[in-house]
């Protein structure tokens, strides 16, 4: 059984294009996150939530939009896709917020052609 | 200064020996610190996590806290081949973010 898992697995799409990830967690966690990990392989947080409501907002472009229709799913669309937005999108969730350990999805390779 | 701080090179270590990982961070008022483990192209997998209140050994790992240095670290005793990967300290940065260094390559030749 997965715990957290996000589709799709890879993303392959033009500038300018609209698009989402999913996420969901069956580990019955409370807050769930989004990660993006760059070409260097530093992950930076863009965005939190806590029982659906938004906790972390990071400094993410607003073409960035995330959406938690309930406490085990998070979905990120991404508007006008840019070249600078390809990279890995992770999804994580934890019980509480930073101090219980997060669990990853498998990522999202995200490549803007 | 970067909230989470991972500087040393890749680390190459032989088969069996022991591998040393440290990170510093920035937050004194952090309380809680984790390593997680991340294979080329897969996700960051947790591997341990302490509280400030004292370190902790999980078979072959053992995380250690020196909160007056601002520094954690990561020993993997009898390293394999396996341990071959990129390890991720991550702190809480007490504003509500888990704030993750830049990783530490381990290579460990068998």
């Known amino acids: 059984d997965t715990a957290v898992s996000q589709t799709p697995k890879y993303l392959v799409t033009q500038m300018g294009n609209d698009k989402s990830i999913k996420c969901e967690q069956n580990l019955g966690h409370d807050t769930m996150y989004w990660y993006k990990q760059d070409s260097k392989k530093f992950l930076k947080i863009m965005f939190s939530y806590n029982n659906k409501e938004l906790i972390i907002n990071e400094t993410v472009p607003n073409r960035f939009s995330p959406k938690s229709p309930d406490k085990a799913h998070l979905n990120l669309h991404i508007n006008s896709l840019e070249l600078g937005d390809s990279a890995v999108y992770f999804c994580a969730s934890s019980q509480r917020h930073t101090d219980q350990p997060q669990h990853f999805g498998d990522g999202t390779r995200l490549s803007i052609l | 200064q970067k909230e989470v701080e991972q500087n040393s090179g890749p680390l190459s270590v032989p088969e069996g020996a022991i591998a040393s990982l440290n990170c510093t961070y920035s937050d004194r008022g952090s309380q809680s610190f984790f390593w997680y483990r991340q294979y080329s192209g897969k996700s960051p997998e947790l591997i341990m996590f302490i509280y400030s209140n004292g370190d902790k050994e999980d078979g072959r790992f053992t995380a250690q806290l020196n909160k007056a240095s601002q520094y954690v670290s990561l020993l993997i005793r009898d390293s394999q081949p396996s341990d071959s990967a990129t390890y991720l300290c991550?702190?809480?940065?007490?504003?509500?973010?888990?704030?993750f260094g830049k990783g530490n390559q381990v290579v460990v030749i068998p």
């Open positions: 991550a702190v809480n940065g007490g504003n509500n973010r888990l704030a």
